[in-house]
């Protein structure tokens, strides 16, 4: 697994934004042992990958407690740009869950906060990578509101 050139990091009080390694296929992400299908060494790799890169990057950004509190409540949108070697050989959705698991693994945020995903697919036989950007989702109120005011109401 190669990693992309360094790009500049992007993070705000509600925004994550990495440039991260194109995960391995769906058919090297899972092996079969003993009758169960568990992740395999190489996706066992790319996790750890991408937590290192996800810690190093927090550890020097200035909003991360801020981050970190707005991405715990809210509801969560995923954005992922993709660029592979080539766009036939690849289905656009193949890495979103191991992506979306291995970020939000490495934040200690459930991926059932993900109410959002957009998926783009490019070439770039040159320099294969993906563009990941974790944000507060738009389209929801923060997680729980919604119930808070049906309880609400049911209480009336």
């Known amino acids: 697994m190669v990693m992309p050139d360094p790009a ?3 993070i705000t009080s509600d925004r994550l934004a990495l440039t991260l390694p194109v995960p391995p296929s769906i058919n090297h992400q899972y092996a ?4 169960r299908r568990v992740l395999s060494a190489l996706g066992r790799r790319y996790k750890a990958l991408v937590a290192q890169q ?5 550890a020097q950004a200035h909003h991360r407690q801020t981050l970190l509190r707005a991405l715990g409540k809210d509801a969560l949108a995923l954005t992922i740009h993709f660029h592979f ?11 979103l869950k ?11 945020i459930n991926d ?3 109410v ?6 490019n070439r770039d036989a ?15 109120a923060p997680m729980g509101a919604q119930h808070t005011a049906q309880d609400q109401t049911a209480t009336r």
């Open 116 to 121: 959002e995903v957009h998926l783009y697919k």
């Open 98 to 108: 191991i992506a979306q698991d291995a970020l939000c693994e490495a934040l200690g």
């Open 112 to 114: 059932n906060r993900i």
């Open 85 to 95: 070697t080539s766009p036939l050989r690849r289905d656009v959705d193949g890495g």
């Open 126 to 140: 040159a320099r294969p990578r993906i563009e990941a950007t974790l944000s507060s989702s738009t389209i929801l």
């Open 54 to 58: 996800a810690l190093l990057v927090l």
């Open 32 to 35: 079969t042992v003993n009758g």
């Open 8 to 10: 500049p990091a992007s």
